[in-house]
């Protein structure tokens, strides 16, 4: 495989979890993606109409600040991106990093944690955050204790 990173977005520990072992598992190196302002419990109660998770869903031009932009980007041709699925999509925070580097050339895989939805078509709803030449995978749900011979499959299946 390509050199491959594996970066995330995790609001409640669920997706570090996931990436880690993603990370373990295929050598690669990790980076965690955070907002310049963290989200708290009560952004994050997505009964509330009024929570900041539920308010960024209904606004898809919101765009969280990243805490830095620093991610070595450049050095990897697979980056894979994971984070939690809020409303059926990926949290605009994912926005936000994709459209804070150059993926141009670069292969993306996403994974995503998820309490009930799947990926859907959330390859699609990101594709404007990225340049034409960039190949954007929907991957798979990371849910539950996956093992590190399951992780190797699958990225293995992926045939970078």
Excluded: C, H
């Excluded at 390509?2 to 990790?30: P, Q, R």
């Excluded at 310049?36 to 869903?57: F, G, Q």
């Excluded at 991610?71 to 409303?87: K, L, T």
């Amino acid at each position: 495989m390509k050199k491959a990173l594996v970066s995330y977005f995790s609001a409640s520990g669920v997706t570090a979890k996931a990436a880690k072992s993603l990370a373990g598992a295929i050598g690669a190196d990790l980076y965690e993606i955070k907002p310049a302002v963290p989200y708290t419990r009560a952004d994050l109660d997505w009964t509330n109409k009024r929570s900041r998770s539920s308010v960024e869903m209904q606004d898809s031009a919101s765009r969280p600040a990243l805490a830095d932009t620093d991610a070595p980007i450049e050095a990897y041709d697979v980056i894979f991106v994971g984070f939690p699925i809020w409303w059926y999509i990926a949290p605009t925070i994912i926005n936000s990093f994709l459209e804070s580097y150059d993926f141009s050339g670069k292969t993306i895989i996403l994974f995503a944690t998820s309490g009930g939805s799947g990926l859907g078509r959330t390859a699609d709803s990101l594709r404007s955050s990225v340049a034409a030449d960039t190949k954007i995978v929907n991957g798979r749900l990371l849910n539950g204790r996956l093992s590190e011979s399951e992780l190797k499959s699958w990225v293995e299946g992926l045939a970078l």
